[in-house]
């Protein structure tokens, strides 16, 4: 059974930083690319950042670009989202996926598992 385990959200002040960890188990980790999306209330799912399965590729949405900095360690089947200066609208809930295609990493549809998601609410 696959499982992917975030943790790390919380409440953190604008400016703050956060680092978001997701753990995969029962699942080929380091074959795969791993992607963070976030949902804020009443919006759609959004891709935010994307690995390649050797950490030589990475992918950036462009509202955190130079503010969020993705990472994996293959041998403890984990991927990280460091956070810094945090926003407003950076709060929603952040997933993390797991796919086994390196064509469209920022869609949705190509990520074949998720995580149930961690809340990172940031304050004024």
């Known amino acids: 059974q696959v499982q992917l385990v975030e943790s790390g959200g919380g409440l953190v002040q604008a400016g703050g930083s956060l680092r978001l960890s997701c753990v995969v188990s029962g699942h080929t980790f380091s074959s795969d690319v791993m992607g963070w999306f976030r949902q804020a209330p009443g919006k759609e799912r959004e891709f935010v950042a994307a690995?390649?399965?050797?950490?030589?590729?990475?992918w950036y949405a462009e509202f955190v670009k130079g503010r969020f900095t993705i990472s994996r360690d293959n041998a403890k089947n984990t991927v990280y989202l460091q956070m810094y200066s945090l926003k407003r609208e950076d709060t929603a809930v952040y997933y993390c996926?797991?796919?086994?295609?390196?064509?469209?990493?920022?869609?949705?549809?190509?990520?074949?598992?998720w995580g149930q998601g961690t809340q990172v609410t940031v304050s004024s």
């Open positions: 996926a797991a796919s086994n295609t390196t064509v469209v990493v920022t869609s949705p549809g190509v990520y074949d598992y």
């Open positions: 690995i390649s399965w050797s950490g030589g590729s990475t």
